[in-house]
């Protein structure tokens, strides 16, 4: 066996396998497009995270947006991790994966009053009062969400009439807007000033003055993803002396946020791995949490999720174009929107290959004279809607099997039902057997909003 990554390697006779197991059984069990993830994976890189932050004991609120599934993040949960959502969507997930309410952080920044209510009051759940949750589910009495994150004195003057109103107490952070540059993508940029996230943090100290009964501390994200961890220690740095300005009886609360790089392979720089995040943070941290004056938690998504995952599609049609070859596939924009969205890239390669033909790594050695420069298009009416452009890659026939790698994070999750594509399929392997943790949307469940069923 040849790994690609961990988990996830060639068998002699150059089949892919996701522990031990060849994709394609699960391509042909459930159809493509299919994600498939590896729950060992995400396991170790759980532990990998946890590990790095130990030395802070912070604590790992994993951040749903990466990927929401429930089962996935139930696997985090029994692991011991929290949760970051932004939505109540996300907050119903968590809660339905058995994160406790008290575990979870409420962030992002247009949380409608409907959204905090049900993070204050399980009663007012869209879920309170159905009949058809499993047994021993039910939203009502389960508590309130462990802490806001609060992006605006407007959010807090609308959390506090709300929980006025509810009569229950609620805790929070100010999310500072450090104005940092994480040197990442411009759309997924968020800590510096002209975005619009956070607010600037003689502001947050002042609504955290105001308000001593309800704020715990602060919170920054920088941007998704960052390769160094010299953006977070610049915004610890300007961070920690408002923290020692709080004069609390308790712990302070800093969430240093996610963003954490995860190599893609291509020509792109390697981040630094997340042990050299950890240290350098813990480093800036260690003091004060030593000496009971702070608390830390960190809202990775994509260190843990994103190597762990698959998407697996089924070659259509192959097109010459003279210069370059068109490989049509049954996934695109829709099924895993990074690369038309940021240019992202994912090393892509046929799950079935010849000899010589079997990657050792995100960045296969294969003599190029073997390759084609090829597109990995979708079916998708827009010129944007690519998995992969000018690539070297094996030959391929229509009904080949493609694995487009590192899609664990922000590929299902991220996923459009555009031009009425169904929302792809998803395997989890867990405890070495698959189990397909969401059934493929159909023309009918698309469609049936719209006739009222
Ligand atoms: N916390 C906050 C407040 C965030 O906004 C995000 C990501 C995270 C945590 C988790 O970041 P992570 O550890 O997963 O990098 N769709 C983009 C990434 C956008 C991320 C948005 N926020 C992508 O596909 O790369």
Known sequence: MTPVLPHFSYTADGHLCCEGIDVHGLAQAHGTPLYVSSGAAIQDAYTRVARAFN??????????????????????????????????????????????????????????????????????SPLAGRADLPSGVRPEGRGRVGLFNIESAGELDRINAIAADLRVPFEATIRVNPDVDAHTHAYTTTGRRENKFGVPLSQ?????????????????HLGSP????????????KLLPAIDRLSHSEPAVLNVGGGFGVDYGGQAAQPAPIEVFGQRICERLADQVNAGALRVIIEPGRCIVAQAGVLLTTVQYVKDAGAKRFVVCDSGMHTLLRPALY?????????????????????????????????????????????????????????DLIAVFCAGAYGQSMASTYNDHAKPAEVLIIDGRPQLIRRRDTAFSLIAPELHL
């Open 343 to 399: 240019g992202a890239y994912h090393f892509a390669w046929p799950a079935l290959v010849g000899p010589g033909m079997t990657p050792t790594s995100l960045r296969p050695e294969v003599a190029p004279e073997r390759l084609t420069i090829s597109d990995l298009v979708g079916p998708v009416c827009e010129s944007s809607d690519f998995l992969a452009t000018g690539r070297p890659l094996p030959d391929v026939s229509p009904g």
């Open 55 to 124: 030395p802070v004991r912070a604590h790992v609120h994993y951040a749903l947006k990466a990927s929401s599934n429930i089962h996935i993040v139930a696997l985090l949960g029994r692991l011991g991790a929290g949760a970051d959502v932004v939505s109540g969507g996300e907050l119903e997930r968590a809660w339905l994966a058995g994160i406790p309410l008290r575990d979870i952080t409420f962030a992002g920044v247009g949380k409608t009053a409907a959204e905090i209510s049900a993070a204050l009051d399980g009663s007012r």
């Open 226 to 237: 960052i390769a160094s961890p010299e953006p977070f220690e610049e915004a610890i740095d």
């Open 204 to 220: 947050a100290e002042a609504l955290a003055r105001d308000n001593p009964g309800s704020i715990r501390g602060f919170h920054v």
